[in-house]
């Protein structure tokens, strides 16, 4: 398994941007696929993004696509999500997640590694 470690959130304005990033430890980064969740405050957890392992595929929810970009530098071993044009319903803690397959990177129980969780809020 990989460990996970993400940072860049904090409190920023409707239409700002921010970079999160996942720094993973462990062994064959690159074999893992990547996903972002985020969870707001009452909610339950949700799919934002995902890539696979070289980078080639990318998935993205509706309610992101078009202005959040997830990349990954496997030298780096390091997974981004860039979020443009950030609204308040962006509000959320948000996590990367690490996943042997790409299959189902919409389900977070596939997920085998998690991050501690970034705050991101968007005030109005």
């Known amino acids: 398994q990989v460990q996970l470690v993400e940072s860049g959130g904090g409190l920023v304005q409707a239409g700002d941007s921010l970079r999160l990033s996942c720094a993973a430890s462990?062994?064959?980064?690159?074999?893992?696929?990547m996903g972002w969740f985020r969870q707001a405050p009452g909610k339950e957890r949700e799919f934002v993004a995902a890539i696979s392992g070289n980078g080639g595929t990318t998935y993205y929810a509706n309610s992101v696509k078009g202005r959040f970009t997830i990349s990954r530098d496997n030298a780096k071993n390091t997974v981004y999500l860039q979020m443009n044009s950030l609204k308040p319903e962006d509000t959320a803690v948000y996590y990367c997640?690490?996943?042997?397959?790409?299959?189902?990177?919409?389900?977070?129980?596939?997920?085998?590694?998690w991050g501690q969780g970034t705050q991101v809020t968007v005030s109005s």
């Open positions: 462990g062994r064959a980064f690159s074999s893992y696929a």
């Open positions: 997640a690490a996943s042997r397959a790409l299959i189902g990177y919409r389900n977070p129980n596939l997920y085998t590694s």
